[in-house]
């Protein structure tokens, strides 16, 4: 699959269409393998006991793949998630950022579905594994 949107559109795209969370992340790589994302964990991010919160980790799962998606079709706003089921494998590290590393599996003309795992930055294994199905509006 051909990459048509880089690490840097797709942190511009952010920022214009997704402000109000644009901050939370950083696109660290887009490739022919996927992308991988940063979540910048702040204290909103937290639940009690000072872990990141399941849906602050569902939210860096589900933009990871929207990401990976636009960086093969291109700025297509309203793609929308259909299904997701994530598994919460182990407690992420304190004090540090998460990664998501998303994996399309499937890019058709109306649905892409792909794999996120979750790290802690630093961290070998993963904390959390999503499933993700994307529909895509017609052009």
């Known amino acids: 699959m051909t ?3 880089d690490a840097a559109a797709l942190q511009e795209f952010l ?3 997704f402000g ?3 901050g939370d992340f950083v696109v660290e790589r887009v490739g022919a393998a996927g992308v991988t994302l940063r979540l910048r ?3 909103r991010h ?3 006991g000072g872990t990141v919160s399941g849906p602050a980790m569902f ?3 589900d933009v990871a793949m929207y990401l990976a998606i636009l960086s093969r079709i291109g ?3 309203l793609a929308v998630t259909t299904n997701c089921a994530i598994d919460f494998m182990r407690k992420p590290r304190a004090g540090v950022d998460l990664l998501a590393e998303a994996r399309l599996l499937k890019l058709g003309r109306s649905l892409a579905v792909g794999d996120v795992l979750l ?3 630093g961290g070998a294994d993963p904390v959390a594994r999503a499933s993700l199905t994307y529909a895509i509006p017609p052009k």
């Open 15 to 17: 920022q214009r269409d």
């Open 75 to 77: 700025p297509v706003a």
């Open 41 to 43: 964990v702040a204290e």
């Open 119 to 121: 790290f802690s930055e």
């Open 3 to 5: 990459v048509v949107m």
């Open 46 to 48: 937290l639940r009690p």
């Open 59 to 61: 939210g860096l799962a």
């Open 20 to 22: 109000q969370v644009a």
